[in-house]
């Protein structure tokens, strides 16, 4: 229960995974057209639940991180870095490119729509061919930020994580089992 207490690095995973997750939860972009706007929610969305998911691993990676013994840490830490790289990467694309990664959420969905529940393959094509057009677009929103700032932090601890030395009391563990 001490080496919970006194790990930083893994404490950073456990947040950024728990900040990613929650990002899910709040408006990602809002989509503009000539009916108005709307505002889309990652977890509204396949691609977003995958983020949700991911956020839940790389916080997930992080407790184990704490609690590993040994070399089993790296392995925990390199499965919380790259949860939360591909986080970063989707948010990231967000901001650089919202119109592409709102047609990629309008193709996923309806991809995923069209195997559950037999709809029509096109609607995700004619999403994308709308931002194509510019008959729609979209802007980024809070939900894309704070899913940036969380995996950056929980990239910081993933990483952080390889350099952690545990305290005096812990090394002889460590010596005796890594």
Do not use: H
């Amino acid at each position: 229960m001490e080496r919970l207490k006194r790990n930083p690095a893994g404490w950073g995973l456990v947040l950024g995974g728990a900040v990613i997750a929650a990002s899910t939860l709040f408006t990602w972009f809002v989509v503009e057209g000539d009916g108005g706007e709307e505002r889309i929610r990652a977890i509204e969305a396949v691609s977003g639940q995958t983020i949700m998911f991911l956020g839940v691993a790389a916080l997930i990676c992080g407790v184990l991180v704490m609690i590993s013994l040994g070399k089993g840490k790296y392995v925990w830490a390199t499965l919380g870095l790259l949860a939360s790289a591909v986080a970063v990467g989707a948010a990231v694309w967000g901001i650089v490119d919202i119109d592409g990664l709102a047609a990629r959420f309008a193709d996923v969905e309806a991809f995923s729509t069209l195997i559950t529940f037999s709809a029509d393959a096109s609607r995700g094509d004619a999403v994308g061919d709308a931002f194509e057009q510019g008959t729609i677009s979209a802007r980024p929103a809070i939900g894309m930020f704070v899913a940036l700032a969380g995996g950056l932090l929980a990239m910081a601890g993933a990483l952080l994580s390889y350099r952690y030395t545990p305290p005096v009391a812990d090394r002889t563990i460590y010596e005796r089992e890594g």
